[in-house]
């Protein structure tokens, strides 16, 4: 397996850093920290998101480095997502000036500017690439990355996504049959409206998804190849939402890019905890 650089954002047209740069500056408020300070700890309540101006951040769990942030690259946004503890610690390697943006203002980020979400997206589905290449280095795929979430989108969120693709069709797939394939191209994440899909990498069976779960969001967020196999479990029905589809939904309904958002950090909290 290649290596993979988890220093910088996702590679695609997705990161702006002009963008990011704005929000946080029409919403957030500055920080200073002196070498060795912490932005945040691992396990300790915390819901602030940072960009970073100036300076050099370390992330790590239990001494494991996970990331090096640099000027322009946002983290902590998975306690501002999901709410939940923080994963990892954040320590300044040198003398840092950052913006941080509270859960009111970032909420405010969302709604008055849409690529931000895809941004925090690109951010994530790197990060959940990076994870499963160092799962996959330590032998640790075998170690199901459950309990899964369950559902993604709730019955009333996938009949709005319906009504936006203008009541598309749904794909059929017998059980059984490969539906994508690691290292194939991307064209299209799938939402499971009905039966089972179970989710490979290497080989290994990592995760099984049911009605209201996705697959295929990670090549379809970052344009790069996929990082899974699926499978039909059982005859499936499937929508099929592709890139354009992808942007329009995230840009004009807020409660799909929340729902896509919570599920990717959900994701790689799960994939987190199983490399420590």
């Known amino acids: 397996m290649k290596d993979l650089d988890f220093t910088k954002p996702a590679s695609d047209d997705l990161y702006d850093p002009e963008i990011a740069r704005a929000c946080f500056e029409s919403l957030g408020e500055p920080i200073h920290l002196a070498k060795d300070d912490a932005f945040f700890a691992e396990s300790e309540p915390g819901e602030n998101l940072y960009l970073l101006l100036k300076g050099e951040v370390r992330l790590f769990r239990r001494k494991r480095i996970l990331d090096i942030v640099r000027p322009g690259e946002i983290f902590g946004?998975?306690?501002a997502i999901t709410g939940k503890p923080r994963t990892a610690w954040a320590i300044a390697i040198t003398p840092c000036t950052a913006l941080q943006l509270n859960p009111e203002q970032f909420r405010t980020a969302l709604r008055k500017t849409p690529e931000f979400a895809l941004m925090l997206m690109s951010i994530m589905i790197n990060r959940v690439r990076v994870t499963l290449a160092l799962l996959a280095r330590a032998g640790k795929l075998s170690?199901?990355?459950?309990?899964?979430?369950g559902r993604v989108f709730s019955e009333k969120v996938i009949e709005e996504m319906i009504s936006a693709l203008d009541n598309r069709p749904p794909t059929k797939i017998p059980a059984k049959k490969m539906i994508t394939?690691?290292?194939d191209s991307g064209g299209s994440m799938y939402?499971?409206?009905?039966?089972?899909?179970a989710v490979f990498v290497n080989k290994v069976m990592i995760d099984n998804v049911g009605p209201g779960g996705m697959i295929g969001e990670i090549a379809l967020v970052?344009?790069?190849s996929r990082a899974i196999t699926t499978l039909a479990e059982s005859d499936v029905s499937l929508l099929p939402v592709n890139r354009d589809d992808f942007l329009m939904m995230v840009k004009s309904s807020p409660r799909f890019a929340v729902t896509m958002l919570k599920s990717v950090a959900n994701r790689l909290t799960r994939m987190t905890a199983t490399s420590a």
């Open 191 to 197: 939402v499971v409206l009905s039966g089972r899909v």
């Open 181 to 183: 394939r690691e290292g």
């Open 143 to 149: 170690k199901r990355l459950a309990p899964a979430e």
């Open 222 to 224: 970052d344009g790069s």
């Open 77 to 79: 946004e998975i306690a």
